[in-house]
C-alpha cells in the first residue's frame, strides 16, 4: 500500500510528502449478564499522508502543508482525488517557506503498531 500511495504522489509536483502507517490490533468482547456472547479482534492498518507544497505569492516563498488519510480498500482514482484534494488545500497555508529534512524530501514513511493494554 505504501508503493501504492508513493507512485501517486510522485505523479503529482509535491516539494515532499510524509507517510504514517498504523496497524492497530485489537480485541472486544460482548458480555450477556456474566457470560460472554461474542468475542471478535480485528487488525486495522490505516495510513495518514503528509504532503508539502512550494508556491510564491508576491514574491514571497511559501510552503504548505496538508493531511490526509488513505485506507487500504481505496482504489487507486480515490487515492488520486484524495492527493489532488489535498494538493490543492496545501495551496491556502502561507507558512513562510522552511526547509525539509533529507528523509521527507523524496518520501517518508513512518510505522507503528498499537496493542490493546
Known amino acids: 500500500m505504501i508503493d501504492k500511495i508513493s507512485r501517486q504522489l510522485k505523479s503529482v509536483a509535491i516539494s515532499g510528502w510524509k507517510i504514517k502507517e498504523e496497524n492497530v490490533e485489537s480485541e472486544e468482547y460482548f458480555f450477556v449478564k456474566d457470560k460472554v456472547d461474542l468475542g471478535r479482534s480485528k487488525k486495522?492498518?490505516?495510513y495518514e499522508v503528509t504532503l508539502?507544497?512550494?508556491f510564491e505569492d508576491k514574491n514571497e516563498k511559501y510552503r504548505g502543508s496538508s493531511v490526509f488519510y488513505i485506507s487500504p480498500g481505496m482504489e487507486d482514482a480515490e487515492?488520486?482525488?484524495?492527493?489532488?484534494e489535498a494538493f490543492f488545500a496545501a495551496g491556502f497555508v502561507k507558512n513562510?517557506?522552511?526547509?525539509?529534512?533529507?528523509a521527507f524530501r523524496e518520501n517518508f514513511v513512518q510505522r507503528s503498531m498499537s496493542y490493546p493494554n
Open 44 to 46: 486495522v492498518s490505516k
Open 52 to 54: 508539502y507544497k512550494d
Open 79 to 84: 487515492i488520486s482525488k484524495a492527493i489532488e
Open 96 to 102: 513562510s517557506w522552511y526547509p525539509l529534512a533529507p
